[in-house]
């Protein structure tokens, strides 16, 4: 009989938790090294979006069925109210009409997934911590916080935003803390009801959730110093909040002061840039040890459960575990990544730190009918089908993680020489360069091309060098003036002639996208980019999160100079880019990917 392949997976949270069940079900011998000597009950709550469902699906019928038991139920006509602090509603969002998310105390998800993972034949090791790790051509040696040691042929790094295993892996340093803090308990029959509310103060979100039972729990994020929170532990925190909400409607100021304080939890809030690296070998990491993000999006564990399915099915797909290991990878860091940036950016905007801060976040949820701007695009994923063993995948040596240079590709759809639209792209293409990233600017002279029909690439040269030049692209940012509240006919023409990439189908497969609008009307600034957005997806791009309308070239940069607003969002923009685009790079097939072993 064939030897079962050993897993150990450090951290028993719910991605932790949700590989363990994935993988014991497909035959690996599982055992989660968990820090906690056991499973807290109560404590604070967190929404399982359509996507993390799907994904608790593909992990098996028991996940999926088990999770699905343990929250609230989101009805199909159920709207969450999103509200200013005295209580005036702003807009009613409808959470149940695309199947909505689903609300679920943290603990009640971990005993879930932990009976799961336990039915499927899953060990458990608990009160002990994985400290460090060796890695071989054909196992891994790990060391554990009692000052044992045991072998496994693969260590999933699960251990949470401080992890143990990521800083053995990469070494780069702690969290950066993003400006807020959070504290989060639990209330029973408030007169609220069982349904959920976004209340909006000046430098305070407060979201509640309903999680069955007659309880809600909530989320009260807060802009302050590091450290300031957490230090006054959790009933003092809780005081504090209170005497902040003082005016607020009378409801949500009872929901706080209602609340059981064994439940209340006090954290400051973090995330990391992306990584280019997860994998060393035998080695992977896993939800928020390789991509925490700060929660305003509601993803983190959704997240986690993606990137179990996807670790369970590449596993169990390929015999070789680097190899597969590395596939995970490949398929995993580019949407985390667009969506850690998203979950900042939304994060930021929530806030409304200053007044006119609140004012902007108080009048987009008025005008946009609902609280996030990118949450319904992220929770579309559904797991891709798994070949039986990805033999196209080449199979990695140790040490073998090549981090490569990627290339950005800038597209101006303005006709006149030197036209705001050209010193942009030339600026951004400058901040590329200054990344150590290199970069190539089309002007509208150069995308002057004759009107797109199939087969033009092999019939006008300057089409076939704009395609070629695209083909080597691991990021694109297309400027263009607000010509007509829409993008520029000379941007559009260039844009179809990507049809011709590799077939009839439009294709920029998985390269980021930035986006940037040049003009003073701000309605056709924002029509532009909304249509250069969906012109990201039509040519299934990955358009960074933000999006940047700018009424003149920034200035060249000096070191003494504050840099203007929408100079700051622009390089914003740049660093997004270059951060998906350098997973690409890292992450594609062939010879520019891993090494093909020897």
């Known amino acids: 009989m064939t030897q079962r392949q050993t897993v150990f997976i450090a951290g028993g949270g719910v ?7 994935g993988l014991a079900a497909r035959g690996f011998d599982v055992t989660v090294i968990e820090r906690a000597a056991t499973l807290r009950e109560g404590g604070s709550g967190l929404m399982i979006q359509p996507n993390g469902l799907r994904a608790a699906d593909a992990l098996g019928a028991g996940v999926g069925a088990r999770v699905r038991a343990t929250g609230h139920a989101t009805a199909p006509d159920e709207v969450r109210v999103l509200m200013d602090a005295r209580g005036t509603v702003l807009a009613e969002e409808p959470v149940g009409a695309a199947g909505g998310p689903m609300p679920v105390l943290r603990s009640a998800l971990h005993r879930a997934l932990l009976d799961e993972a336990v039915t499927a034949g899953a060990a458990l090791r608990m009160a002990t911590t994985v400290e460090d790790y060796t890695g071989h051509d054909d196992h891994v040696t790990v060391r554990f916080s009692d000052g044992t040691a045991a072998t496994c042929q693969a260590l999933i790094g699960s251990d949470g935003i401080h992890s143990a295993v990521r800083r053995r892996m990469l070494g ?8 807020y803090t959070s504290v989060r308990g639990r209330t029973r ?5 069982q349904r959920g509310h976004v ?4 430098g305070i979100q407060l979201f509640v959730a309903p999680v069955g039972d007659d309880t809600l729990y909530w989320t009260a994020k807060i802009t302050a110093p590091e450290g300031e929170w957490p230090a006054k532990g959790p009933e003092e925190a809780r005081r504090a909040l209170l005497a902040a909400l003082e005016g607020w409607y009378p409801p949500v100021v009872d929901l706080v002061r209602a609340a059981d304080p064994g439940d209340v939890v006090v954290t400051d809030i973090h995330d990391r840039e992306p990584a280019a690296r997860w994998t060393d070998h035998r080695v992977a990491l896993l939800g928020d040890a390789a991509h925490p993000m700060v929660p305003a999006l509601g993803q983190g564990a959704n997240m986690a459960l993606e990137d179990a399915a996807v670790l369970a099915d590449r596993l169990s797909a390929c015999a070789h575990i680097p190899t597969a290991l590395a596939a995970y990878a490949r398929e995993r860091m580019d949407r985390t990544a667009a969506v850690v940036l998203s979950s900042r950016r939304q994060g930021a905007l929530d806030q409304g730190a200053d007044r006119d801060g609140e004012q902007r976040r108080n009048a987009r949820m008025r005008a946009a009918g609902r609280k996030d701007q990118d949450a319904l695009d992220i929770a579309a994923w559904r797991p891709a089908p798994v070949a039986a063993d990805p033999a196209h995948v080449s199979a990695p040596r140790k040490g073998d993680d090549i981090v490569h240079t990627p290339h950005i590709v800038l597209l101006s759809g303005s006709l006149r020489a030197g036209s705001t639209s050209d010193r942009v792209a030339q600026w951004c293409a400058q901040r590329v360069t200054a990344e150590g990233a290199t970069a190539r600017v089309f002007t509208g002279a150069e995308l002057d091309f004759p009107a797109y029909r199939p087969g033009l690439a092999a019939c006008h040269a300057g089409v076939a060098g704009f395609l070629d030049e695209l083909r080597r692209a691991d ?16 941007l559009k023409n260039a844009l179809d002639a990507v049809n011709d990439i590799d077939g009839p189908q439009p294709l920029l497969d998985g390269r980021a996208i930035g986006t940037v609008a040049v003009g003073a009307g701000p309605q056709g600034a924002a029509t532009t980019l909304t249509t250069l957005r969906t012109v990201a997806h039509a040519l299934r791009g990955w358009p960074a999160p933000l999006g940047v309308a700018v009424t003149r070239a920034p200035a060249p940069a000096a070191v003494d100079r504050q840099q203007a607003p929408d100079e700051a969002r622009l390089e914003e923009m740049v660093r997004q880019v270059l951060w998906l685009a350098g997973v690409r790079a890292a992450a594609s097939d062939g010879t520019r990917s891993v090494p093909t072993a020897a």
């Open 15 to 21: 991605g932790g938790l949700a590989a363990a069940a």
């Open 172 to 179: 780069d340093g702690p969290p950066v803390y993003r400006g």
């Open 189 to 193: 029959g408030s007169v609220l009801g």
């Open 199 to 202: 209340v909006n103060g000046r």
């Open 475 to 490: 990021g694109v940012v297309l400027v263009s003036p607000t010509y007509h509240a829409s993008i520029s006919g000379l």
